[in-house]
């Protein structure tokens, strides 16, 4: 396929996403029953932004654009170990991948193994061809370049077997909120689907605050109560359960609506169900510091506007490393 036809692809797989039919329905069930974090409602959401910000063929072309991508490629095979904490994390590897030309090969997480399966069996119907550039395997070898994402421990890991090959390698990452203390009703809200979307679990999920000294923290637990529903989901109750009694054990000051816990803590990175938060005199100050901390993904409430931590667009690349621009120059 040449590079209008897989964009071409691309904007169709987006339009059978939209429609919702009932093979793609059975699927996401699916998905939910193997892994109870991805509730239908978060499974949704992911796919609204992959439909409308990653899947659009104006978007496409534009990106592809932006490279100067043509047909004039030797393809590679690309080994892409995926991640499995929110669903379909690993889709946009997936995408760059295909729309530069290169061949894949695709190790998924057993916590996210069900939807993009469904998915590039679509993709085969529809263009029996791809078989020759859509493959998984449980294990990675003779790949020409890798894009690996995992934990800071796994990393060690994809450094001895991928270290002397052309590699993304992608380590913990999180991302944090700088609240000044004139926000109103409705960006605290936004901020809540910030730090709730997913139950936490994503990478650019907001783990840590920085707020005023002397903040009021009484609005922000009311705009919070939004997601007061965790508290009926079993596995995020256990959570919020169990890191409340090491609270209460420690003796560790806390407050709380019932279903998210607020600690003051310098760590950025927090459990599910809990929030971290310190106070700052400037803001310039926290915004130096974290500037230079590579475990920061995004920075609300500065680069990043409040409730837009999940939606990325195509260009958005996980760690700021241009996936795109590394697929170009293997």
Same mark, same amino acid.
């Given at each position: 396929?040449?590079? &209008?036809?897989?964009?071409?692809? !691309?904007?169709?797989?987006? =339009?059978?996403? %939209? ?8 699927? =996401? ?13 978060? $499974? ?5 932004? /992959?439909? @409308?910000?990653?899947? %659009? =063929? ?34 946009h590897?997936?995408? #760059? ?6 061949? %894949?090969? /695709? ?20 263009q ?22 995992? #934990? ?15 590699? /993304? $390698? ?23 689907? +910030? ?11 907001? @783990? ?14 009311? &705009?919070?109560k939004?997601? &007061?529903?965790?508290? +009926?989901? @079993?596995?995020?109750r ?10 209460? !054990?420690?003796? *560790?000051?806390?407050? @709380? ?9 310098? %760590? ?27 475990? *920061?993904?995004? !920075?609300?409430?500065?680069? $990043?506007?409040?409730g837009?931590?999940?939606?990325? #667009?195509l ?13 170009? #120059?293997?």
């Open positions: 396929m040449n590079l &209008a036809e897989r964009i071409d692809l !691309m904007a169709v797989l987006g =339009k059978y996403l %939209q429609s919702n039919g009932e093979d793609w329905q059975i699927a =996401k069930q699916k998905a939910f029953e193997k892994n109870g974090w991805f509730t239908p409602e978060f $499974i949704d959401h992911s796919l609204k932004n /992959i439909v @409308t910000e990653f899947l %659009q =063929k104006d978007k496409l072309e534009n990106w592809a654009k932006s490279y100067y991508l043509d047909d004039n490629i030797n393809p590679k095979n690309v080994g892409i170990v995926m991640a499995g904490n929110i669903p379909l994390v690993g889709f590897d997936f995408l #760059s991948v295909f729309i530069s030309g290169h061949k %894949q090969t /695709i190790k998924l997480s057993s916590k996210d193994n069900v939807l993009l399966k469904h998915i590039t069996d679509k993709l085969f119907e529809w029996p061809s791809l078989h020759n550039f859509i493959v998984f395997a449980d294990m990675l070898k003779g790949c020409d370049a890798y894009i690996a994402t995992g #934990s800071n421990n796994t990393a060690r890991y994809f450094d001895y077997y991928f270290g002397k090959y052309p590699n /993304i $390698i992608r380590r913990n990452r999180t991302s944090i909120a700088i609240i000044k203390g004139n926000e109103t009703a409705n960006d605290l809200e936004l901020l809540a689907d +910030d730090v709730h979307l997913y139950f936490g679990l994503g990478c650019r999920n907001v @783990t840590k605050i920085y707020v005023p000294e002397g903040y009021d923290f009484v609005p922000l637990l009311n &705009a919070f939004k997601y &007061a529903y965790f508290s +009926d989901h @079993t596995k995020y256990n959570n919020y359960d169990y890191n409340l009694a090491l609270l209460i !054990m420690n003796n *560790v000051y806390y407050m @709380t609506n019932e279903s998210v816990l607020l600690v003051e803590n310098e %760590q950025l990175f927090s459990p599910i169900s809990q929030l971290n938060y310190s106070f700052y005199t400037g803001i310039s100050e926290v915004k130096q510091k974290l500037e230079t901390d590579e475990s *920061v993904q995004c !920075m609300v409430g500065d680069n $990043i506007a409040f837009e931590a999940q939606q990325p #667009s260009s958005s690349y996980a760690d700021g490393i241009d996936t795109m621009q590394f697929l170009l #120059s293997l």
